[in-house]
């Protein structure tokens, strides 16, 4: 499933990154820890998190991951927008809670 196929099931919002929605979704890692994000994801998969300042949109570049979707209304702060469109990678928004986005995702994707 591609990003821009995940976005219009789920209607999702998107905050950035529309020249990128044809990347491909081979996973899905929820997390609000960094840190484990960087420990643990993987290479095009997307990530599902409540944080919205500019190292989301460094790690996920540096994961190489499909997209980053916000959860619970949250939106991107200007500085993560910038960074994400330079890095090419597509933000996404849902005012779902966590739970029911990955839940979600899960049923997409698998």
């Not at 990128?20 to 960094?34: A, F, H, Q, W």
């Not at 540096?62 to 993560?80: A, M, N, Q, R």
């Amino acid at each position: 499933m591609t990003v821009k196929e995940l976005a219009e099931k789920m209607n999702l919002k998107i905050f950035c990154g529309e020249t990128n929605l044809d990347r491909t979704i081979e996973g899905c890692y929820v997390s609000d820890l960094l840190s484990d994000v960087m420990g643990n994801a993987k290479s095009g998969m997307a990530w599902i998190t409540l944080q919205t300042h500019q190292n989301v949109a460094a790690i996920a570049s540096l994961k190489d991951l499909s997209c980053i979707i916000l959860v619970k209304g949250f939106e991107p702060e200007e500085d993560t927008l910038q960074h994400a469109v330079e890095e090419e990678i597509p933000v996404l928004g849902t005012s779902q809670q966590t739970f029911e986005t990955a839940g979600q995702v899960y049923q997409l994707i698998c």
